[in-house]
């Protein structure tokens, strides 16, 4: 029985964007990277953090969990798996951040036949990719900027690692989409989109592109940690102008399709 455990922020059930069919979303502690527009920012500190409500209750994000309890949630949705060809998908924060325990958790996935999507940053050690690659049906790969001094600036981090990482899992036949978070401002130039789209042309195994239009689903949950949200005055991108933005990506060739 494996025994590893790890600090979990969240488990959704019955997601429909996350991967094919019907799945679980298991929410993983940590991430190498703070970007201003993430929705779940409680999920960016490896450890537990108090969040503050409106009406003065408070909840902790974070809990410790075994590989065993974490299947047992995950197995109580097997019978809508089967039917929609779903299963179980790791997010974060980055899932990759814990690596032993996201390796023992795919390890227990497969070992119950259930079928696995990781969704990552792609800023992770090499070894710690390549260890659980094997393990994993599909991955959803966000590249959100394909100049490196621009990523650095707006997630605090460059990118070289994660186009590497994501050439390393394309060279060795991974199933991948890439995601692309589009935020008005940040990463919606036709330079950066047309960049992305040659980069990715470029790679043997993906299947395809999803552009996911920016939101403020998460914007409350800044308050509550007491953190400051800076994209207050940032625009949700409309349709029109989402298909105006993937067509920029297709021109390179990629499959591109707009939401996950
Ligand atoms: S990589 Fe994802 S989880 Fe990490 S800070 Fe950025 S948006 Fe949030």
Redesign the pocket.
């Known amino acids: 029985m494996a025994t590893a455990e790890g600090m979990i922020f969240d488990i959704q059930r019955y997601a429909l964007h996350d991967g094919a069919g019907i799945r679980t979303l298991v929410f993983l502690k940590g991430?190498?990277?703070?970007?201003p527009?993430?929705?779940?920012?409680e999920?960016?500190q490896k450890g537990q953090q108090v969040m503050r409500y409106e009406d003065g209750t408070e909840k902790v994000a974070g809990r410790r969990m075994g590989v065993e309890d974490v299947l047992r949630e995950v197995e109580k949705d097997t019978i809508f798996y089967d039917q929609s060809g779903g299963g179980v998908t790791f997010s974060?924060?980055?899932p990759l951040l814990q690596p032993g325990f996201l390796r023992e958790l795919l390890k227990a996935c497969k070992a119950h036949d259930l079928s696995t999507a990781v969704e990552t940053?792609g800023?992770a050690r090499w070894e710690d990719v390549a260890e659980v690659a094997p393990l994993v049906d599909l991955w959803l790969y966000?590249l959100?900027l394909m100049d490196p001094e621009r990523h650095r600036t707006w997630?605090g981090v460059s990118n070289r690692r994660i186009l590497r990482n994501l050439e390393g899992l394309a060279a060795a036949g991974a199933r991948l989409i890439v995601r692309i978070?589009v935020v008005p401002g940040v990463n919606d130039d036709r330079a950066n989109l047309e960049a992305t789209g040659r980069f990715v042309a470029q790679l043997d195994a993906i299947a395809e592109v999803h552009l996911l239009p920016y939101h403020r689903a998460g914007m409350s949950k800044y308050d509550r940690l007491g953190m400051d949200y800076t994209l207050d005055d940032t625009p949700e991108p409309g349709e029109e102008e989402m298909e105006r933005l993937a067509a920029i990506v297709q021109e390179s060739g990629v499959r591109t399709k707009i939401g996950g």
Request: aromatic residues 10%; hydrophobic residues 10%; contains cysteine.
């Open positions: 991430c190498p990277l703070r970007c527009w993430c929705h779940n920012p999920g960016q974060g924060g980055d940053s800023y966000d959100k997630t978070p």
